[in-house]
T-cell receptor, first 113, second 113 residues
Framework: AQSVTQPDIHITVSEGASLELRCNYS??????LFWYVQSPGQGLQLLLK??????LVQGIKGFEAEFKRSQSSFNLRKPSVHWSDAAEYFC???????????FGKGTRLSVIA | DSGVTQTPKHLITATGQRVTLRCSPR?????VYWYQQSLDQGLQFLIQ???????AKGNILERFSAQQFPDLHSELNLSSLELGDSALYFC????????????FGPGTRLLVL
């Protein structure tokens, strides 16, 4: 069965600093890859997705992610973090056919002044 | 705003009771998914309906059931509630049966006392 690992449970960065959130997956073929963000008390908002093609994908709110097949990774990045980016971030993996998404446990991002 | 609506936003009930959570998908979306989010289990897929029919089942307890109505809204019924059922319940929707991009509602926070 496929799995998703987000190694960092909690990350703290300074406002204006760069950010990278890690995501690794376990699956034989190239999966569909997603990053969602969950602000406190809110639902999950889709940041970006990768299905095929260019391995660097741009998302909303200035986020980007890069798919690296050799490392089975799909890390999320942002060059300059804003205080409003403080939230929980989830990586998710999907396969072809009607199979449910599998989510990582999430990484909580704190932003300090 | 994803376009997916869920009611109620919060629900407090007692053990042994039964509750119904409601979800309206985005306009045009035929597929509805239910997820449970708890601190220890993370985000777990429960069940999927497509155009009124159950199409996939995940870690859903026998005490839980769901249905999708002709107008495509869905309800998740939770019965014989236990303390451990306290969680955030999310609904998500997508256009097609095997569409990979899911849009999440704001969730219903259930507290069982």
């Amino acid at each position: 069965a496929q799995s998703v690992t987000q190694p960092d449970i909690h990350i703290t960065v300074s406002e204006g600093a760069s950010l990278e959130l890690r995501c690794n997956y376990s699956y034989g073929a190239t999966p569909y890859l997603f990053w969602y963000v969950q602000s406190p008390g809110q639902g999950l908002q889709l940041l970006l997705k990768y299905f095929s093609g260019d391995t660097l994908v741009q998302g909303i709110k200035g986020f980007e992610a890069e798919f690296k097949r050799s490392q089975s990774s799909f890390n999320l990045r942002k060059p300059s973090v804003h205080w409003s980016d403080a939230a929980e971030y989830f990586c998710a993996v999907g396969m072809s056919g009607n199979t449910p998404l599998v989510f990582g446990k999430g990484t909580r991002l704190s932003v300090i002044a | 705003d994803s376009g997916v609506t869920q009611t109620p936003k919060h629900l407090i009930t007692a053990t042994g009771q039964r509750v119904t959570l409601r979800c309206s998908p985005r306009s045009g979306d035929l597929s509805v998914y239910w997820y449970q989010q708890s601190l220890d289990q993370g985000l777990q897929f429960l069940i999927q309906y497509y155009n009124g029919e159950e199409r996939a089942k995940g870690n859903i307890l026998e005490r839980f059931s769901a249905q999708q109505f002709p107008d495509l809204h869905s309800e998740l019924n939770l019965s014989s509630l236990e303390l451990g059922d306290s969680a955030l319940y999310f609904c998500a929707s997508s256009v097609e049966l095997a569409a990979k991009t899911q849009y999440f509602g704001p969730g219903t926070r259930l507290l069982v006392l």
